[in-house]
Nanobody
């Protein structure tokens, strides 16, 4: 069993930055690939970024590429999402997710554990 707790969301002006954190319980965090998803009002949940269990591979969706970066510290059981140059269209609830595999996937159907979500609001 893994419990995930996100933090770091908030209200920011367009062009600003935020760093989200996702702290995981358990002793086998390094066995889990992690991902960030988001759900904007009235829209489906979408994949944002993923990172392999080792941290050696990352991927982000085209809409955030070059602005968002995900990285992890397995010693701290924490994964991060650094968000720069934020836009109003990035406004959403952001979730971290874990799957007990070496690699991430973009489908939310293949993740075993989810955090409660953290709200990010970007004002224009």
């Amino acid at each position: 069993q893994v419990q995930l707790v996100e933090s770091g969301g908030g209200l920011v002006q367009a062009g600003g930055s935020l760093r989200l954190s996702c702290a995981a319980s358990g002793r086998t965090f390094s066995n889990y690939a992690m991902a960030w998803f988001r759900r904007a009002p009235g829209k489906e949940r979408e994949f944002v970024a993923g990172i392999s269990a080792s941290g050696g591979y990352t991927y982000s969706t085209d809409s955030v590429k070059g602005r968002f970066t995900t990285f992890r510290d397995n010693a701290k059981n924490t994964v991060y999402l650094q968000m720069n140059s934020l836009k109003p269209e990035d406004t959403a609830v952001y979730y971290c997710a874990a799957r007990q595999r070496p690699t991430y996937v973009t489908s939310d159907l293949h993740y075993d554990y989810w955090g409660q979500g953290t709200q990010v609001t970007v004002s224009s």
